[in-house]
Structure formats: C-alpha cells, structure tokens
C-alpha cells in the first residue's frame, strides 16, 4: 500500500537553529499538508500547499515557518529559528483531492525536540 | 468554539465487544467530511472512515463503521469486535466545505481505548 515518507523519525535540535523535516508524499496525490502535535496534545493544522504553492495556513504558521516542493517527489517544511515551544509531533500528509474523499494519507511523523 | 468535540478521555473495553466512540462537531456548511484516525503508541496516524456529508448511508470499512447523525451532528465511531491491537487513541477530524478549505482537518482532543483480554 502506498505511503508518506517522512524522514527523519527523530531530531533534536538547538533553540535558533534552522530545521528541515522532509516528506515523500504519495505519488500520484496533489495536495499535500503540514500538521503537528505537541505530546499530550490535539493535532493542529500547520499549511497546505498546492499547484507549487500555500493554500492555506493556520495562525501557527508564522514568518518562521516555510514549505516547499522542491522537486517532483519531496516536501518540506523548514523553522527557520526554532523555539522551545516548536517541540512537537510533524506530521505530514496528502491526498488525492481537496476533499479528501479517499482519505488522507499521513506520514509516520518526525519528533522534533529543540533543546 | 470547538469544531469538534470527543468527551471521552479514556475507554476500557475488553476484547471482543463492541464500542462506541463519541463525536460531535459543529459547521455551518453544507458540505463537510468526517473522519476517524488511529493513532497507536508509535505515533503514526491511521486513517480508518470517512463519511461525507451528503452520503445517504453510514459508511463503513471492515470492523469500523460511522454512525453519522447529521440532524444531531454526531458521528460516531464504533468498532465491533475489539482486539488487543485496537488498543489506541481515536481522533475525529472535519474537513469542512468542498475547495475553498483546501483540505484542512480539524481535529477532535481524541479518545484512548485500551482493549483488555
């Protein structure tokens, strides 16, 4: 079955240092997705990115944050300057439609630790 | 206000019984999708249902289906038939509206349930 891969599954960084969590989405998916979970916490929605650019992105998507397609199978979503409060759960995800109708396949995620 | 709201922390269920995980959600809109993931202690999220809002019929997928009451806005998750490996945290999620959302989920603070032999 086909599947989101993210790597990597674990990074620990420092506080002020530049992250980038990468993403192999499902082939032939279109739209693609950011979310996170800080531990104990719901999932929020983070950034969706289709036709090479932002959809939509949530109020914790700050001048900090960027996404991009760099070329035709990876996704990545960069912190510029990470904060303590970055510490959390990334997962990204994609699907086949905007709407989602046969799901949205999530990537195992990677646990970002800043220190 | 919450979009979606699960108000069950915790479940027990033993093996082989059946269970049903709360959900409501709120929207205005007229098209709106549902969905049910599982999130074992691994982490990765498991996409399980889905039921749009003009499907006639619950949905169901295997041992899961979706008791979708739309009037109430609730849709329900049971799983018949519990196993051990159902023993995870179960969230509800809403994409609301059809393109302009882009597929944003919304989800719900989720449910744990630990299946016992």
């Known amino acids: 079955e086909p599947e989101v891969t993210q790597t990597p599954s674990h990074q620990v960084t420092q506080m002020g240092q530049e992250v980038i969590l990468r993403c192999v989405p499902i082939s032939n998916h279109l739209y693609f997705y950011w979310y996170r979970q800080i531990l104990g916490q719901k999932v929020e929605f983070l950034v969706s990115f289709y036709n090479n650019e932002i959809s939509e992105k949530s109020e914790i998507f700050d001048d900090q944050f960027s996404v991009e397609r760099p070329d035709g199978s990876n996704f990545t979503l960069k912190i510029r300057s990470t904060k303590l409060e970055d510490s959390a759960m990334y997962f990204c995800a994609s699907s086949a439609t905007g709407q989602g109708i046969y799901g949205y396949t999530f990537g195992s995620g990677t646990r970002l630790t800043v220190v | 206000a919450q979009k979606i709201t699960q108000t069950q922390p915790g479940m027990f269920v033993q093996e082989k019984e059946a269970v049903t995980l709360d959900c409501t959600y709120d929207?205005?809109?007229?098209?709106?999708?549902l969905f049910w993931y599982k999130q074992p202690s691994s982490g990765e999220m498991i996409f399980l249902i889905y039921q749009g809002s003009y499907d006639e019929q619950n949905a169901t997928e295997g041992r899961y289906s979706l008791n979708f009451q739309k009037a109430r806005k609730s849709a329900n998750l049971v799983i018949s038939a519990s196993q051990l490996g159902d023993s995870a945290m179960y969230f509800c999620?809403?994409?609301?509206?059809?393109?302009?959302?882009?597929?944003?989920?919304?989800f719900g603070a989720g449910t744990q349930v630990v299946v016992t032999p």
């Open positions: 999620a809403m994409r609301e509206g059809v393109a302009d959302s882009w597929g944003k989920l919304q």
């Open positions: 929207t205005s809109d007229q098209s709106y999708g």
